[in-house]
């Protein structure tokens, strides 16, 4: 059985930097991307950054301040979030999934708080 387990969430002042993991428990066949999301209360979840083996993507919000890697087994994505503010606060979803879209899993979610 797959499981997503994200850890490294929770309370930054404004200007901060946290760094969040997401661990793949078990296999995933053919990994074709792995993706942060979050999502604020009362909003919608919304992309935050993805990556796959061609390169990374991020929301415009967060260009220039969130880096996304993951690490050479596939077995791991990190969101690095610096200068973060009130906007960050939110529940960060990991997801993976495989090529065609087979596998889909997503992780439980992990609060950040930016809050002075």
């Known amino acids: 059985q797959v499981q997503l387990v994200e850890s490294g969430g929770g309370l930054v002042q404004p200007g901060g930097s946290l760094r969040l993991s997401c661990r793949i428990s078990g296999t995933i066949d053919n990994i074709f991307s792995m993706a942060w999301y979050r999502q604020a209360p009362e909003k919608q979840r919304e992309l935050v950054a993805a990556?796959?083996?061609?390169?990374?993507t991020y929301a415009d919000s967060v260009k220039g301040r969130f880096d996304i890697s993951m690490d050479d087994a596939k077995n791991t994505v990190h969101l690095q979030m610096n200068s973060l503010n009130a906007s960050g606060t939110a529940v960060y979803f990991c997801?993976?999934?495989?090529?065609?879209?087979?596998?889909?899993?997503w992780g439980q979610g992990t609060q950040v708080t930016v809050s002075s």
């Open positions: 990556i796959t083996v061609r390169g990374a």
């Open positions: 997801y993976v999934d495989s090529l065609g879209g087979r596998e889909r899993y």
